[in-house]
Antibody, heavy 116, light 110 residues
Framework: EVQLVESGGGLVQPGGSLRIACEGSGFTFSSVWMHWVRQVPGKGLVWVSR????????IYADSVKGRFTVSRDNAKNRLYLQMNSLRVEDTAIYYC?????????WGQGTLVTVSS | QSVLTQPPSASGTPGQRVTISCSGS????????VNWYQQFPGKAPTLLIYTNNQRPSGVPDRFSGSKSGSSASLAISGLQSEDEADYYC???????????FGTGTTVTVL
């Protein structure tokens, strides 16, 4: 069974940094593209980033470009989202998702709150 | 911010057919496939339809998807109370070079 588990969310001040992670199991992690998608509670889904299987090709939404960095450790079946220069508007639930013809299976999400 | 437009709400009585539209452009739906996601309050989204009209295993055949030009639709036949949820369309956008989601539609069973 495919499982994705996000971790690392929490409260951070504006301008601060946070790294969240996603651990995959039940599939060959090193063979799949992965996405990060975020959602302000009560609002819609917003795509953040996509990374290829070996981590050499990463694309970002304009809203996070230059501030967020996605990476992966295939030996640990882990995906990471390093978030710097955080803004209040980055407050959201962050989901990782395995790509099969687009985001397919999703984790339960981790809440990141940016507030002073 | 969303480039795919959906009606904010849709409703029907049990057993009715409900259709949700998703309007895009030539750079997204017009040139790429469409997925549909279902999301219950407080839960992660789940894939409902992929590649325009394909259902993952476990998704009831009451759910169907279609695409024409730069628009797509999700139909729910034989509406059931457990279908009350939010529904999102999504597609790749060649101009934005990224994945885009629809504005979302809340389905209510009357």
């Amino acid at each position: 069974e495919v499982q994705l588990v996000e971790s690392g969310g929490g409260l951070v001040q504006p301008g601060g940094s946070l790294r969240i992670a996603c651990e995959g199991s039940g599939f060959t992690f090193s063979s799949v593209w992965m996405h990060w998608v975020r959602q302000v509670p009560g609002k819609g889904l917003v795509w953040v980033s996509r990374i290829n299987p070996d981590g050499t090709n990463v694309i970002y939404a304009d809203s996070v470009k230059g501030r967020f960095t996605v990476s992966r450790d295939n030996a640990k079946n882990r995906l990471y989202l390093q978030m710097n220069s955080l803004r209040v508007e980055d407050t959201a639930i962050y989901y990782c998702s395995r790509d099969v013809f687009g985001p397919r299976q999703w984790g339960q999400g981790t809440l990141v709150t940016v507030s002073s | 911010q969303s480039v795919l437009t959906q009606p904010p709400s849709a409703s029907g009585t049990p057993g009715q057919r409900v259709t949700i539209s998703c309007s895009g452009s030539s750079s997204n739906i017009g040139s790429n496939t469409v997925n549909w996601y279902q999301q219950f309050p407080g839960k992660a989204p789940t894939l409902l339809i992929y590649t325009n009209n394909q259902r993952p295993s476990g998704v009831p055949d009451r759910f169907s998807g279609s695409k024409s030009g730069s628009s797509a639709s999700l139909a729910i036949s034989g509406l059931q109370s457990e279908d009350e949820a939010d529904y999102y369309c999504a597609s790749w956008d060649d101009s934005l070079i990224g994945y885009v989601f629809g504005t979302g539609t809340t389905v209510t069973v009357l």
